[in-house]
């Protein structure tokens, strides 16, 4: 009966916190004339949503309609950079964005809200379920090209890569760390989007072959369907997971981020915004669309 009562009283507390009323921030409050432009990564979407739901008491398909998270991560930087936006929630800069924004002489401010992991898939049909950092290494150095090398049947490795501008790519970049070492993959290796990676590890011909990688919120928050086709590989023995992502034992791991341009304003709405996000309140929220969030997250 208690641990009822402790659901009920749970859902309340989120009910009344995230209602579709406007939301008043110290005396500021939020409408569609005022409210700031967001975009920002494809991962962040959901949240994108739910912010805007929350503070303008109003649904998630029509704060879908004020938002726009589109285009490659770098984009999104250069948007902020351009006025396109007020606001971004973005994965790390690739190092094009970093060049674009030291280019620019405007100064951003960047606070970790969440996590993500960068996680590796293949084909359901695939013999291999887990797989070590150094033979992705080796793997995507050319070094093994055969997945009998790597536990699994005799048959050539198809190993997809992102484009430089996305978000993934520079996780990988980051977190693989090959530098010069990287393959440099043939055209049809090279994939443009999250979706179309997915798709060409889980539906094209010779996919049972295929090796990508893409973020592991978006897979299984907003395409989890595709694991009916796919999997993710365990890496060194570890499953992917929202807790191993925020308990460090899943190792591939980076933080996203809410950015404004340094030069706002006090009293900005995207200010005001960029505050509420990185409140307690704000916190829930993250939670309650399921990011993982780290010791890291909300340090500002």
């Known amino acids: 009966m208690k641990k009822i009562i402790a659901l009920l009283l749970l859902s309340l507390m989120f009910l009344s916190l995230f209602s579709c009323t406007p939301r008043q921030v110290g005396d500021f409050e939020f409408n569609t004339e005022n409210y700031p432009k967001m975009g920002g990564s494809l991962a962040n979407l959901p949240l994108g949503e739910a912010v805007t739901a929350s503070v303008l008491g109003i649904s998630r398909d029509e704060a879908d309609g004020l938002i726009r998270f589109e285009g490659s991560t770098t984009d999104n930087y250069k948007w902020l950079l351009d006025g396109t936006f007020d606001i971004i929630l973005a994965y790390e800069p690739s190092q094009e964005a970093k060049e674009l924004i030291a280019q620019s002489g405007i100064e951003l401010e960047m606070i970790p809200i969440g996590a993500d992991a960068l996680v590796f898939i293949s084909s359901l049909e695939n013999e291999v379920d887990s797989i070590t950092l150094d033979q992705i290494k080796d793997i995507y150095s050319g070094k093994i090209t055969n997945w009998s090398d790597v536990g699994g049947k005799d048959a050539e490795i ?16 980051k977190l693989v760390n090959l530098g010069d070492e990287l393959t440099e993959a ?14 060409a590890v ?10 990508g990688y893409t973020v592991y919120y978006y897979l299984t928050n907003m395409e989890k369907e595709k694991l009916a086709t796919s999997k993710i590989l365990k890496l060194d023995g570890v499953e992917a997971s929202n807790e191993n992502i925020e308990n460090g034992s899943y190792t591939l791991v ?3 981020y809410v950015v404004i341009r340094k030069d706002a304003k006090e009293g900005s709405p995207e200010r005001i915004l960029r505050d509420w996000i990185i409140s307690d309140q ?3 929220l993250v939670r309650a669309e399921n990011y993982p969030i780290r010791d890291t997250a909300f340090l500002n």
């Open 158 to 173: 198809l190993a997809y890569q992102r484009n430089k501008d996305s978000g993934s790519q520079t996780l990988f970049d």
């Open 186 to 199: 043939p055209k049809t290796l090279i994939i443009g989007s999250m979706i179309g990676l997915l798709e």
């Open 202 to 211: 889980a539906d094209y011909d010779n996919s049972e072959n295929a090796l």
């Open 254 to 256: 980076n933080d996203f």
């Open 282 to 284: 704000g916190k829930a």
